[in-house]
C-alpha cells in the first residue's frame, strides 16, 4: 500500500480527544488516534499536527472574560492537548517533537519553521501548540498557517462530523454529502466549514483540505491511501 501524499498537516479537534466522556482527555481514544497515526508514519508520510484545545476550554463562550485573555487559556489549551498526544506516540515507539507558537521552553521546543522540516525529514511527527500564537485566530487557522509554513500537500481535518454537507444532516435527513467541493462552492453555497480567517488562507493559497469523521480513526490511514472518506475542498484549477 502505497501512501498518496508525501507531507500532511492533521488538524485534530479538542473535542473529539475528550471520547465520551465530553471533557479533557480519554485516554483510549488518544490512543486509537495516535495508533492510526504511528500507522501513516510507518508508511513514510511526515505528519505536521496541529489540535484544537475545545475539550479543555471553549474561550469564545466566557462571555465575561476579556478575548484575548480567553484565547491566552485556549492556547495553554491546545498545549496541553499537544503533550497529551505527544507522550501517547512516543509509547508507541513513534518519534515526535512538540513545538509551540508560545514559548515555554521547559516544556517543548519554539515553533522555528526550518527545525520542524528537519525532524520531518527525520522521520518525526510535529505537533504545534498554541495555535497560531495570537488571540483572535483559531486553531483551523494554525493548521491552515503551519500547513502553508511546512508545505504539506493537504490539511486533513479530522473532527465529529462525517463530511460537508447541503445542509445540516442533523435537521434535514435529505442531506446531501459532497465529496469535493470548491471555495467558490462553499462561498456561494454559504456553507460554513471553518472560520473565515481560515478559509480565505486556504482559498488564496490553494491548499486542500479532507474534511472526515474521526469517530473511526482509521480513517486517517485510509485518507492517506487516498481511499474516499469525507470531502475534499479544493480551489477552481
Ligand atoms: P537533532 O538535532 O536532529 O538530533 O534533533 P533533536 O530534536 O533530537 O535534538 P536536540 O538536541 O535539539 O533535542 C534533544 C531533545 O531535547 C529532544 O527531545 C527535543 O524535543 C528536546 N528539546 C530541544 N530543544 C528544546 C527546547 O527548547 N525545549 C524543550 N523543552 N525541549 C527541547
Redesign the pocket.
Known amino acids: 500500500m502505497k501512501p498518496v501524499y508525501k507531507r500532511i498537516l492533521l488538524k485534530i479537534s479538542g473535542e473529539v480527544l475528550a471520547g465520551e466522556k465530553g471533557h479533557g482527555i480519554n485516554g483510549d481514544t488518544v490512543n486509537s488516534i495516535c495508533r492510526a497515526v504511528k500507522e501513516c508514519a510507518d508508511l513514510g508520510v511526515e505528519i505536521g499536527l496541529v489540535v484544537g484545545g475545545g475539550n479543555f476550554w471553549r474561550g469564545r463562550t466566557s462571555e465575561h472574560m476579556q478575548r484575548t485573555r480567553a484565547d491566552h487559556i485556549g492556547m495553554l489549551a491546545t498545549a496541553m492537548n499537544s503533550l497529551a498526544l505527544a507522550d501517547a506516540l512516543e509509547q508507541l515507539g513513534v518519534e515526535v ?2 513545538q509551540t507558537a508560545i514559548e ?7 515553533y522555528i519553521r526550518n ?1 520542524a522540516v ?2 520531518f525529514e ?1 522521520g ?1 511527527v510535529v505537533i504545534f501548540g498554541c495555535g497560531t500564537g495570537n488571540p483572535f485566530f483559531s486553531t483551523d487557522t494554525a493548521a491552515a498557517l503551519r500547513a502553508l509554513e511546512i508545505d504539506a500537500e493537504v490539511i486533513f481535518k479530522a473532527t465529529n462530523v462525517d463530511g460537508v454537507y447541503d445542509s445540516d444532516p442533523k435537521k434535514n435527513p435529505n442531506a446531501k454529502k459532497y465529496d469535493t467541493l470548491t471555495y467558490m462552492e462553499m462561498l456561494s453555497k454559504e456553507i460554513t466549514v471553518m472560520d473565515s480567517t481560515a478559509a480565505t488562507l486556504c482559498m488564496d493559497n490553494n491548499v486542500q483540505i479532507l474534511v472526515f469523521n474521526l469517530s473511526d480513526p482509521h480513517n486517517i490511514v485510509r485518507a492517506v491511501l487516498g481511499e474516499t472518506v469525507g470531502t475534499i475542498l479544493k480551489g477552481d484549477k
Not at 104 to 110: F, L, S, Y
Open positions: 517533537r512538540v515555554m521552553k521547559e516544556i517543548a521546543e519554539p527545525r528537519r525532524h527525520k518525526r
